[in-house]
């Protein structure tokens, strides 16, 4: 199955956060958080977000060492602002990306971070 995005609006598309919720479907705590994280999607339609299961999409998310699930990765305008385990509640995932959307300072995040956001970045929204 390939990851689940949303297209964000052309005119913000340049300064839209960039969402990656990374999971797994054996993750009960991730099969709760998909729900939250398509209601983010809806309620945010000029950010792209982009739902991977870890293994179903294990040629995207093969070399990434996830800690926990779920964890976040959130970018801008190619810079990296968060990766990390989050709390699977709405309003918190809510006002985290409010936040980083606000005053965000650039994250140290692996490399392989980097090169799996840049190969989603390539691929056009659907």
């Known amino acids: 199955m390939p990851p689940s995005e949303s297209k964000p609006a052309e005119s913000a598309a340049a300064d839209a956060l960039f969402v990656v919720g990374l999971c797994a479907?054996?993750?009960?705590?991730?099969?709760?958080?998909?729900?939250?994280?398509?209601?983010?999607?809806?309620?945010?339609?000029?950010?792209?977000?982009?739902?991977?299961?870890?293994?179903?999409?294990?040629?995207?998310a093969d070399d990434l060492d996830i800690e926990n699930f779920p964890s976040l990765a959130v970018f801008k305008r190619d810079v990296p602002l968060f990766y990390g385990v989050t709390e699977p509640h709405l309003r918190m995932v809510a006002r985290l990306l409010d936040a980083l959307e606000q005053e965000a300072e650039p994250a140290t995040v692996p490399p392989e971070v980097v090169t799996l956001y840049q190969g989603l970045a390539k691929r056009k929204p659907r």
């Open 25 to 60: 479907a054996w993750c009960g705590t991730c099969r709760e958080f998909e729900e939250a994280f398509a209601t983010l999607r809806a309620e945010r339609p000029d950010r792209r977000f982009i739902w991977i299961d870890i293994e179903d999409d294990s040629a995207l």
